[in-house]
């Protein structure tokens, strides 16, 4: 199933989880390894690993390795996993397929179980392997739908590195690009610079040519007529079909209505929270302002504070199309995509 080019970020050893540090690429590429829950935590808050996807899977493997590590130990060993548990949950607060991996993870532990520790590993290599075969899924019905398309922009990084493999919004361009000619543009994805160091690194290790532009300059891009589609991934969907995804997402997705180009998310229904109806009630992650400030005002004293949420909400109606492994939803403000929640 696996396309053995493409990078994978999460590699499983038997024993531990290996763990591509994306602070270092494109210059260096270094995988740590985890025998615990607390160190997958730290690699999620830190963003070693990141990507909504990849962080739910990341987080599974910690309960793996929690069960691992207790169950042999005591006889307490369930409060001690729902410890790790809760602490896997706080690592990051916008990706919902974080909680939908745990909550997985919980429902698996409320079972009764022989031999618990390669029940729940099993399972966090199932949630891992489920996702690269939707991203397979997802990455032809895209494809479906770009078909004659010339040009296409993506943001932020959703692909191999953000997934369990392959990606999303990169998935599509990846099974678009095995069919035909297509332009591809990276922004660059101020401030952690998704867009420049992941995106671009990802898409030339399987031979994808790419254009990277400064986020600035979508807008003049988009003026001259040169972009058909923005296409992008998704960190939560509310039921509505409001998308949260990468800060600058929302500003794409403005500047493309007003010059007639279409906007696709692609996103495992993983990461749809059906519990909630609107994009009004996610919580979207603030990061520390020193991301963003220069280190000459990262003191006590400084005038020059910083702003940094790394999220956005971008409204159902400026999105043309929703992409899942269970289908597509076109114009999701018109079609309700909660059609997809018992489709298989
Ligand atoms: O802060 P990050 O890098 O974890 O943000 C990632 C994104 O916003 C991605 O676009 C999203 O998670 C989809 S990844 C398939």
């Known amino acids: 199933m696996q396309n053995n080019k493409t990078v994978h970020a999460l590699q499983w050893t038997g024993s531990a989880l290996k763990v591509l540090d994306q ?19 730290e690699a999620i808050t830190t963003m070693r690993v990141r990507g909504a996807p990849a962080i739910g899977i990341a987080a599974a493997y910690g309960v793996a ?43 698996m532990l409320a079972m009764p179980l022989d031999n618990p520790p390669a029940a729940i590993l099993a399972g966090a290599e199932k949630i891992h392997n489920d996702d690269i075969t939707a991203n397979y899924k997802m990455g032809e019905l895209g494809a479906d739908i770009l078909s004659g398309a010339k040009s296409v922009m993506t943001h ?24 035909q000619a297509i332009k591809v543009y990276a922004g660059e994805t101020r401030p952690w610079l998704q867009g420049a160091r992941l ?86 992650e603030q990061r520390s302002p020193n991301e963003l400030l220069p280190a000459c005002y990262n003191h006590k004293d400084s005038l020059v504070s910083a702003w940094n949420p790394v999220f956005d909400v971008t409204p159902a109606k400026l999105i ?22 018992n489709a298989i």
Not at 69 to 97: C, G
Not at 320 to 341: C, F
Request: proline content about 3%; charged content about 20%.
């Open 65 to 107: 390795l929690s069960v691992q590590k207790y169950y042999a130990q005591s006889s307490h060993w369930r409060e001690k996993v729902d410890a790790d548990i809760e602490l896997l949950a706080k690592s990051r607060p916008t990706a919902v397929n974080l909680f939908w991996a745990l909550d997985q993870m919980k429902a």
């Open 23 to 41: 602070r270092l690429l494109p210059e260096k590429i270094i995988y740590d390894e985890y025998q615990d829950a607390i160190g997958v935590t």
């Open 156 to 179: 932020c990084n959703a692909g191999a590195l953000a997934t369990g493999g392959y990606g999303t919004a990169l998935g599509v361009i990846r099974s678009v690009y095995k069919r």
């Open 320 to 341: 043309s199309a929703i992409v899942t492994e269970r289908g597509v939803i076109l114009n999701p403000a018109e079609q309700d995509i909660r059609s997809l929640k």
């Open 199 to 284: 995106t671009v690194w990802e898409l030339a290790q399987d031979g994808i040519p790419s254009t990277l532009i400064a986020d600035s300059a979508a807008a003049w891009l988009m003026k001259f007529g040169a972009l058909d589609w923005i296409v992008v991934g998704a960190d939560r969907i509310a039921a509505n079909g409001d998308v949260a995804n990468k800060i600058g997402t929302y500003a794409l997705a403005v500047l493309a209505r007003q010059h007639g180009v279409k906007l696709m998310v692609v996103a495992p229904t993983t990461t749809i929270d059906w519990a909630i109806d609107s994009g009004n009630q996610i919580e979207l």
